[in-house]
């Protein structure tokens, strides 16, 4: 059955005429299909008819839906209301993303799904890295020359423990269909149908790294770039040639990027130009892959990209670009590299074929998890209105394959069926925009932000319509639920935990007066360091026998742990008066499950609503000031303590259990089904103090 | 060659167009079984037959005596020996009916490539209009071109002149399904370009080019541009692929899948048609 689903649904404009021959032998297929099933199987009604959908909307604060409900802004969600319920859902411990849709997939919290913050760190060498994914290379190469040629593969693993609840389900017959679940690369392969969100890389193994051409000499000059690569570039005669760069060449021992040509022909007259792909060879042909025309200020469709690190072998993947200026400066931006759903070099769906089903149906879309560019606005590589053009580009993906993917659900003849869809779009354009919602913010400025006011009102509105979307389309007596994360808050001052730490004696640098800590606890004297922090909220006891140069004993561990979670909570920002910090949260008090309790900080920070953590900070920096104003564009946030940011609950009918928090949404979810108990916690599961 | 192009234009358009609406795979199942067939007797009617059939005789009595006679070096060397030379008078009888031939397949190909090697355009597709002009163009003079769409059709941008490839790029889409005609407005006169919005199977053409015979036969989907225009090229990059005859997307797709039909057909139908190969 799951074959002939597919045949039914998955061709589409390139394949159209492939579709009229499915559609001839449907019938035929139908019939043998029935038949097939006829003996042994159960016939239609056995079971109980179910269906829910879950729509996932990241960052949806519940104080502003509520108060854009009541302005009669979201006339969908204040139906759904009068129908089911909406409240606030509490969020995890830290509310960051990662680590809640963690908390929702497995019921667990981070102490038994191991997602603790976006970064972690190897206790053993003290390297930060990404919390929820880790690769491994090639284990044995041969080598040849200059080149490695590698004799086993490379491996992904999702580091989230504990089971999904979609796992539960498929045990149970009912078929799930997860779309862009975050923290879920690589997909789970447990559910009917999956595609991998935000966690999912680009192809140089990033979050996300664009690329920006610019014949402004130095206009980088001296800066570090974050999330994105500057090139130099310029026109002579009209053309400009320059190389698109992907990954480290794998076939390569010394570490060369693999690169593909591009070409730019300006017109000489006209702000207009034609975009060339493809190598260029001795004799000034160019073996073509693509080509574009862009006028200045236009975004280019999806072009797709082949690297070839070596001759018959190729990395594939898809960019937009985005023609900024030609003159007086040429100005390119280029997407990062994301992978080609068609072909995928890396896991990316399940069944595998399924993204190349979903391009096929609704077009080439972001395969990235994060795609709004917010490190090109914060990197003022784009101007806001530039961002929020890229923004409503990557949300359009989205909504576009939502329609696909909702019909999809709605053809199944499982009687007993979930959909989740993810939409992320609000909450990296809330990031990036909230502060037109407050003008105490320290960058707010009437001038340029009443421009904008309306941005964040639109975001909600536009979820409100793809509520309204399915309640229009979705089938009678289905359960619609939609949650939220988390919610947000501005971001008006940010505090280094690492400073104070070391103003309060806990942590001592080797060098005062190091102007510009690059991070990575280059500047940490580990010899009379009692305490760090790393990643957003993640505060660790240099703890003997766990760190590499640990001075504190398990026996001081939980005294200490006391010690600064007392103190930290007294600290008072000077600049406004009022507390850091709202609550310091020790592990093995706070977390009830236990299972990957070790990989976590010893106390998670809950900042007071309005105070962030400080970048630096979080990257193993101790920089100069305790407290600093957030001057960046990153004016929105909600990684302060978790009782500041709820998220939303709202569905079109009271669920048959209570959800008060985000980790017990799978299980009401699993009750709808008739299935309790979820999670299954070992029986030897300490529970909390 | 113009003139034998809108023939065969015309007879592959009506011939397939009782296939347009249908899945690829059925026209060019039935253009292979024709073109199977009409290969068989053309082979039987250039060939000489007599001679083929001793010549492979020849060759399975040279195939008989290696086997009979396997213990015997020089007897096998000798039957190999004369099996080589079988084969080669075996392929210059073949040689012939190939070169009678190798010029109604090269047309044929030629025609069929523009009916399946190319996917058609859809409502809301972008499309490059590429205009080569001739070597000699004056560099650096812009050209005073137009280009005029009609209703069913939108310039999204261009043009786009780049002197150094003698080249005018616009990018136009597609918005309703049909059948049209851009029109480039010069100061030699109007020139005009097929564009097709359509998923049927209907001869799409890539190139409009300048006379010229080897431009022909490679082109001959489109009657050729004017002699006296300095425009060399008209191109129209429809998107490359076979419209899904086995989601392999590629141009060439449907040949090997037309090759392998031509043989299996050839080689089914010929003891019926008694023809010796």
Redesign the interface.
Known sequence: MRGLRTLQLG?S??????K??GA?SLGLLLLLGTAGCGGGGSAPGDAAEQRVIVLGIDGMDHALTRQYMDQGIMPNFSRLEKEGTFNPLGTSAPPLSPVAWSNFITGLDSGGHGIFDFIHRDPETMIPYLSTTRTSPAGRTLTLGNYQLPLSGGDIELMRRGEAFWEVLERNGIESSIIRMPANFPPTGKAHRELSGMGTPDILGNYGTFSFYTSVLFAFSGQSISGGEVYEAWAE???VESKLYGPTNPFLIETEKVTTDFTV?L????P???LVVGNRNDDGTIDLQE?????VG?WS?WVPIEFEPIPTQSLRGIARFYLRSIRPEFELYVTPFNFDPMSPDLPISHPPEYAEELARATGLFYTQGMPEDTQALREEVFTRDEFMAQAQLAGADVRQQYEYVLDQFKASSSPQRLLFYYFGNLDQTSHMMYRVLDPEHPTYDPEIDTKYASVIEDLYRQADEAVGYTLDNMEKDTTLIVMSDHGFASLRRNFSINTWLKEAGYLTVRNPNMSNDPGMFVNIDWARTRAYAVGLNGLYINLEGREPNGIVTAEERPALMQEIADKIVQVIDPATGLPAVGKAYQREKFFKDRGEIEIGPDIVIGFAKGTGGSGKSSLGAVPAEMFEDNTEQWTGDHGMDHEVVPGILLTNRPLKQAAPRLQDLAGAILAEFGIEGFPARPETAEKAQ | MSILNAILRRLFDVALFPFR?????VGLTVVSLVFGVAVLLVYKATSNQEKLATVKRRIHAGIFEIRLFNDNLRAIMRAMGDILRHNANYLRLSAVPLLWMIVPLTLVIAQLQFHYGY?GL?PGD?V?VKVELAEDWTE?A?PKFALEVPSGLAI??????????HEV???ISAVEWGDYELTLTTPDGPLTKSVRVS?D?VRRSTHRLAPGFVNQLLYPAEDPLPASSPVQSIIL?Y?A?N???T?W?SEWTWMLVFFILSVVVAFALRKPLNVTI
């Open positions: 061709p404009r390139p394949t159209r005429a492939f009229r021959l001839a005669d009209n053309v022909y017109d000489p007259d006209e207009i130009a034609k080509e574009r025309v862009l006028a236009e469709d | 609406e249908l899945h690829p795979l996917q859809a972008q490059l650096g812009r999204e941008a261009g043009p786009v002149w780049i002197p150094s490839l790029n616009w990018r998923d199977v990059s998107p692929g419209a899904g005859i989601g997307e």
